[in-house]
């Protein structure tokens, strides 16, 4: 079994609202060393399959149709064998 791990992110230049009310509201708590705040989102999709360029590809195709948007998205894909 693979376990695919997919991180997305926006993409430079787009707007992260999200990370900047984190950032805000870090200031509130007085971490004021706090520069900037970028969220990501990590995803992990367990495959049954043992070929890890197959899985990758898999992984490329989910992102593509689903996962992510190309137009303010960017990813990233690691895979690694598990036993459960």
């Known amino acids: 079994m ?17 990370g900047k009310n ?3 509201a870090l200031h509130l708590l007085h971490f004021k060393e706090v520069e900037e705040v970028k969220v990501a989102k ?3 999709i367990f495959l049954n ?6 899985a990758k590809e898999r992984a490329e195709e989910m992102c593509k149709k689903l996962l ?3 137009i303010i998205n960017e990813y990233s894909i690691s ?6």
């Open 2 to 18: 693979l376990k695919v791990k997919i991180e997305i992110r926006l993409k430079k230049g787009v707007v992260d609202p999200e």
């Open 42 to 44: 990590l995803i992990e």
């Open 79 to 84: 895979v690694e064998h598990v036993h459960k």
């Open 22 to 24: 984190i950032a805000k």
């Open 49 to 54: 399959e043992k070929n890890e360029e197959k």
């Open 68 to 70: 992510a948007n190309p």
